[in-house]
Structures are given as C-alpha cells and as structure tokens.
C-alpha cells in the first residue's frame, strides 16, 4: 500500500490520478490533496478518499473549505507555503506534482529533500530548474518517475537498457489543433479554437502550450534533464495519430517505441506501480483501426514557440526560467483575449533578450529570475 499525495488534484493529471487510485484500493490510499482554487471539487474529492489533510492555495477560499469539510476528520490547510509544507509529511510514499507552471517549483525542491519518490507531471520544475532538481535528486537519492506521456515512453524504451548510450530520442508531437495552418490564419485564432485539442483532454494552459508547440519545446528540456541527453540529441516529431509516444534510437541503429491509446491514466499508472505493470480497463490500443501512422517534421518558422524553446534550451543557466515566466504570462493574457496566438512569441522572445543572464543560478537566482521575467512579459505584454 502506497500512501499518495496529489499536488493540483482537481487538474486534469490529478483528477485521472485518483481515477487509478479508485480502481486500485488494494495498492493505493490518498493522504494528501491540494488544489489551487476549486474548492468544491477538492471537498467533494476529499469527502470520497478521505485523506489526511487537503490544502487549498488560495487563502480566501480556506473557510470556504473548512465549511464543506466540517463534519470530515480531515485536517484543513490554506496557501502556498501549506502546499509547499504539506509534502514534507512522514506518511507520505509518493508525490505526484500535478500542479501548472511554475508554482510545482517549490513544492517538488521539499519533496524530494524529504525523500519521496516524485512522479512528476509539472514539467516546468525541470524546465526552469533542471540542473538544480538533478543535483537534488542526486544528493538526497530519491527517484523521479515520468508522468508526461512522451517522457513515461522514453522511460519505458530505456527499460534494461542499462548503460547502453542513446543516440536520439524521438519526441513526438500531434501538432495540436492548427498543425498545417500558416502564420496568416494563427493570427486572428482565438482561445476558444487553441483549447480544441484533436486527441487530448487537458486542463486550458496546457492545452494552450500544445497549439503553440511550447509544450513540446517544454518536453524537450525535461528530456535533456530527465534522460542526461544532449539538446542537439532530441528531435520533435509532429504525429498527429498520438499512439507512438516517443521513441530512443540506440547507437547499433536500433528503434524502440512505446505504443497505446491517447489515456494519460496509463502513463499515470506506470509512475505509480513501477516496476510493476498491474492490469488496467483502460481500452487497448486496435491496430485494425489506427493502421495509418505518420510522421512529419515541425513547422518551426510557423510555431516559433518552439525554437524559442530550444534556444533557450541551448543557452542554458537562467534562460528557459525566464522562457516560463514569460510564456506563463502570455497564456493568461491570450486566453483573457488580451493578446493575440501569434503575439505570445513576439514577447516571449523580447522577454528572453532583456532578462538578465545567469549560467549558473541558485534557487535565489531563479526565484528572481521568474519574478523579473513576468515583470518584463507584462510590460512588453501592454505595448
């Protein structure tokens, strides 16, 4: 019996989370829950798993929850430094970091100075922070297991595989809602068309990120942490199937590819029963009926979230914390329909330019670093 605590459990990740948990009540108990500002939703989740302590980060909604949990014997926390906090907890085997964007930061450093495993969804943990999570990791030697689809496929293709060197990694791509369209039509799309994701269902700033291809540029930089692999290693493929999740191509030639239906219960369950593979209702993948699978290269010029990525990838230091912070801020504002689709990477890219650099930050640094990347991204956001 593994005791879980969930970071975001009324996201997306999170809500599929406690859908593996209730399917496997032998394996599983929810000892901690926190969310951001659904507060009915966490109460009603909290009133079904009966965890230890459930937290809300928004503080002004904690009577609120107090409130609707009052007849529960369930210990009642409010704000960040609570969420942060909570994850320190003795009882605790596994942290899944559910939570959006930058936030998962702090959160994830406690965990793994705790020594919980990290089954880790929050790819912007390792894409601000990268180098200081693996130096963390390793000091206090705790494991991360992948949640993200791509990377949970790369995790399995690597399965004794040992020590045997990665030539590439294949990261692959659906290319969202607008793969195809030109720089002419992405102008005027607005957040109502840029959430219709074709195969996934996830929470709106994620979803956002896949139609700008900046979740891929994200997953780029969680790979190059995550599997030790240099940038110029890592490829993008648009497969707009969504069946082969990612593939690791081996320096004799050789390809491995993880296949399965577009569920992220299934990379979810892998995080949380490894090593084990423990049976699942979750459809199989039908080769009778995806029998078409393609592949094609990103259009980079077009999504140049992308590259922006990467350029920031390769820059190193401080750069792809200051490439959050300002993307962060773009996705609020185009889905507050403050800015437009293609204008997010026209401030993402000034923001890069104008932030300080730093090679190599402290937490302090990177603290400071997001908080000076918004700062900027708001400015040039108004212009």
């Not at 459990?9 to 108990?29: D, K, M």
């Not at 956002?208 to 890592?234: C, H, Q, T, Y």
């Not at 140049?304 to 350029?311: K, Q, W």
């Not at 230091?317 to 293609?342: K, Y």
Request: hydrophobic letters at 40%; glycine letters at 6%; aromatic letters at 6%.
């Amino acid at each position: 019996m593994k005791n879980i605590a969930i970071l975001g459990s009324t996201g997306s990740i999170g809500t599929q989370t406690l859908q593996v948990i209730e399917a496997n009540p032998e394996r599983f108990r929810v000892e901690v829950l926190t969310a951001n500002n659904q507060v009915e939703l966490l109460a009603r989740q909290a009133k079904q798993f009966k965890p230890n302590m459930v937290v809300i980060g928004n503080e002004e909604k904690l009577g609120e929850l107090r409130d609707l949990l009052r007849d529960e014997d369930i210990k009642v926390y409010g704000g960040s430094d609570a969420i942060a906090q909570v994850v320190r907890t003795s009882t605790i085997d596994v942290v899944v970091t559910a939570m959006v964007g930058y936030s998962g930061l702090l959160p994830t450093i406690n965990a793994i100075k705790a020594g919980k495993t990290i089954a880790l969804a929050n790819k912007e943990t390792l894409v601000v922070a990268g180098d200081l999570i693996n130096r963390l990791v390793e000091e206090y030697k705790v494991a991360i297991l992948p949640v993200d689809s791509e990377h949970s496929a790369i995790f399995q293709c690597l399965a004794g595989e040992h020590d045997n060197p990665i030539e590439k990694i294949l990261l692959t791509a659906s290319g969202g809602p607008f793969r195809g369209k030109d720089h002419e039509y992405l102008r005027t799309v607005t957040a109502a068309q840029a959430l219709k994701h074709p195969n996934w269902h996830m929470g709106a700033k994620v979803t956002i990120d896949s139609a700008s291809m900046m979740n891929k540029g994200f997953e780029a930089i969680e790979a190059k942490w995550l599997f030790g692999v240099e940038p110029s290693r890592i490829e993008v493929l648009v497969h707009p199937q969504s069946v082969v999740h990612s593939m690791v191509q081996f320096q004799d030639g050789n390809v491995k590819a993880q296949l399965g239906v577009p569920d992220m219960r299934l990379p979810i369950q892998y995080a949380l029963t490894y090593p084990e593979r423990v049976h699942s209702d979750i459809p199989r993948l039908d080769f009778s009926v995806c029998s078409n699978l393609t592949f094609e290269k990103p259009d980079i010029k077009t999504f140049r979230n992308l590259g922006l990525a990467y350029e920031a990838m390769n820059r190193g230091g401080n750069a792809p914390c200051v490439l959050n912070a300002a993307n962060e801020v773009m996705v609020a504002a185009f889905l507050q329909g403050e800015i437009s689709f293609t204008a997010m990477s026209d401030v993402i890219e000034k923001t890069l330019d104008k932030v300080s650099f730093i090679g190599q930050p402290t937490l302090e640094d990177y603290i400071a670093t997001d908080r000076e990347g918004r700062r900027i991204a708001e400015q040039l956001k108004n212009k």
